[in-house]
């Protein structure tokens, strides 16, 4: 089984930058992906790495570290509209096809 | 493009009801799962599926069945509803399994049972 854990909430100005953690403990990595989830809508995919390093995708980073279990999510240049939960998952090499989803993370961006 | 389409965004059921949501996409994606999303618990898996015919359990299977008969559709039946089945239920859809296939999700159903 998966345990993912993530902080319950964050807050930051526009603006600024803010950096999202996922720790995770499994038997068998096969890969992390970060979804964004405003409120009261469906989560939307933001990244996925499976290797160690940063993936960038324009505002939005990835980091993962498979030997400590971590992960990232780097939000730059703040905007309003990045106000959302985030969320983090981990795929299990021993069932492939479950995606298992930490309780996510609630960012308040203040102008 | 219609992607995942889930029916009904709301619904309030009394208790020992039954009823189906229904859940369909238009991208022929072998691959289809059913989420529940609780306050603080993060999403929980119930069913999914590789393929029509194939279907499995998932993390929280208890109460809810589920069928594919086609590629597109893939309901969710609560059996005899119960208060602790009150959550949002997310269907949700990725061309294959595994890997770094991105998942994609329908609106939500905000089911509560009274």
């Known amino acids: 089984g998966q345990n993912i854990d993530q902080p319950t909430e964050m807050t930051a100005t526009e603006g600024a930058i803010v950096q999202i953690n996922c720790t995770y403990q499994?038997?068998?990595?096969?890969?992390l992906f970060w979804y964004q989830q405003h409120a009261g809508e469906a989560p939307t995919f933001l990244s996925y790495n499976v290797l160690d390093g940063l993936e960038e995708k324009g505002r939005f980073s990835s980091f993962l570290s498979r030997s400590k279990g971590y992960s990232y999510l780097l939000l730059k240049e703040l905007q309003m509209k990045d106000s959302a939960s985030y969320l983090c998952?981990?795929?299990?090499?021993?069932?492939?096809?479950?995606?298992?989803f930490g309780a996510g993370t609630t960012v308040t961006v203040r102008a | 493009n219609a992607g995942v389409t889930q029916t009904p965004k709301f619904q309030v059921l009394k208790t020992g009801q039954s009823m189906t949501l229904q859940c369909a996409q238009d991208m022929n994606h072998e691959y289809m799962s059913w989420y529940r999303q609780d306050p603080g618990m993060g999403l929980r898996l119930i069913h999914y599926?590789?393929?029509?015919?194939?279907?499995d359990q998932g993390e929280v299977p208890n109460g809810y069945n589920v069928s594919r008969s086609t590629t597109e559709d893939f309901p969710l039946r609560l059996l005899s509803a119960a208060p602790s089945q009150t959550s949002v239920y997310f269907c949700a859809s990725s061309y294959t399994s595994g890997g770094g296939e991105k998942l994609f999700f329908g609106s939500g159903t905000q089911l509560s049972v009274l």
């Open positions: 599926s590789v393929g029509a015919g194939i279907t």
């Open positions: 998952a981990v795929r299990e090499r021993s069932n492939d096809y479950k995606l298992s």
């Open positions: 499994t038997s068998g990595f096969n890969g």
